[in-house]
């Protein structure tokens, strides 16, 4: 027999407690990556809506998600937003992520927890690749927060990690051509110095939501020593409580680094 609501939200609410209490006293990753994956779904099966309200919430969700990072004392945060692939949707799902996705980086820039807290809101990835209203909101937000170092909100927009490491390939020959850099001179700290991220720790965690198993050509220099999360529910459906359990997972795993 299945619980009266009342009841089993005030035992789902106390799990929740307790898991924050056993979370918060055990160390969170300095850095959490995430793939926002399953907002058409979620618009089709929960909200039998367009797929739109689907990222409207999913835009809404990492606002919510960011406010955790910042209470549970996670420093960096990095999402993938659109990715190099994504450009091959139909070109009106494109244009609305776009400007979803500028309005969010405004937004962010004037929101006044991202000051308060003091919190550094970038992007990353082929700017070529993206409209000049996109690259007029990543300027601003950039003016806003160039100052900031204590959070950092990284979003991946017309991202992938293959181009990424092909890009700071490039660079690497052009500099060697130039007489700038020796061949042998070059290590992974050349290759990690060349990323789009290059001052940022690698990730400690990847979370991707919506039950798929796969990495999708997300930071895939960075990710070598990342523990890896995967959760069934939908982005916009993803709860506190889900984010406890990604977190407390990863305090479970013990991180050898190969050693
Ligand atoms: C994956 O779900 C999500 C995206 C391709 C875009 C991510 C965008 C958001 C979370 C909303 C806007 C966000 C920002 C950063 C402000 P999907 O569309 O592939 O859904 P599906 O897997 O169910 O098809």
């Known amino acids: 027999?299945?619980?009266?609501?009342?009841?089993?939200?005030?035992?789902?609410?106390?799990?929740?407690?307790?898991?924050?209490?056993?979370v918060l006293a055990g160390p969170v990753p300095g850095h959490l990556a995430i793939i926002m994956d399953g907002n058409r779904r979620y618009a089709k099966e929960?909200?039998?809506?367009?797929?739109?309200?689907?990222?409207?919430?999913?835009?809404a969700k990492l606002e919510e998600v960011l406010g955790w990072c910042m209470d549970t004392g996670i420093k960096v945060l990095t999402v993938y937003a659109f990715s190099t692939e994504n450009f091959n949707r139909d070109q009106e799902e494109v244009s609305f992520l776009m400007d979803l996705i500028s309005q969010a980086l405004r937004d962010f820039a004037d929101d006044p927890r991202v000051h308060e807290n003091r919190v550094r809101v970038g992007v990353l990835g082929d700017p070529s690749m993206l409209p000049e209203s996109m690259?007029?909101?990543?300027?601003?937000?950039d003016e806003r927060t160039s100052?900031?170092?204590?959070?950092?909100?990284?979003?991946?927009?017309?991202?992938?990690?293959?181009?990424?490491?092909?890009t700071a390939v490039k660079e690497i020959a052009?500099?060697?051509?130039?007489?700038?850099?020796d061949v042998e001179d070059i290590t992974e700290g050349t290759l990690s110095g060349h990323m789009y991220m290059s001052s940022m720790p690698d990730p400690d965690l990847v979370l991707r939501t919506s039950g798929e198993v796969r990495i999708?050509?997300?930071?895939?220099?960075?990710?070598?020593?990342?523990?890896l999360y995967f959760t069934d529910?939908?982005?916009p459906g993803f709860r506190y409580i889900d984010f406890l359990r990604s977190i407390r997972a990863y305090q479970q795993r013990s991180r050898r680094y190969g050693t």
């Open 233 to 235: 529910v939908y982005w």
């Open 174 to 181: 052009r500099k060697v051509k130039e007489g700038a850099m």
């Open 147 to 166: 100052g900031y170092s204590d959070h950092h909100l990284n979003m991946a927009v017309a991202y992938g990690g293959r181009q990424e490491i092909v």
């Open 1 to 22: 027999m299945a619980l009266p609501k009342i009841i089993s939200n005030a035992a789902y609410s106390t799990y929740e407690s307790q898991l924050e209490k056993e």
């Open 135 to 141: 690259l007029e909101a990543i300027s601003y937000a």
């Open 46 to 59: 929960v909200l039998q809506a367009e797929p739109r309200e689907g990222h409207i919430m999913g835009r």
């Open 216 to 227: 999708s050509n997300f930071l895939l220099w960075q990710m070598a020593y990342s523990e």
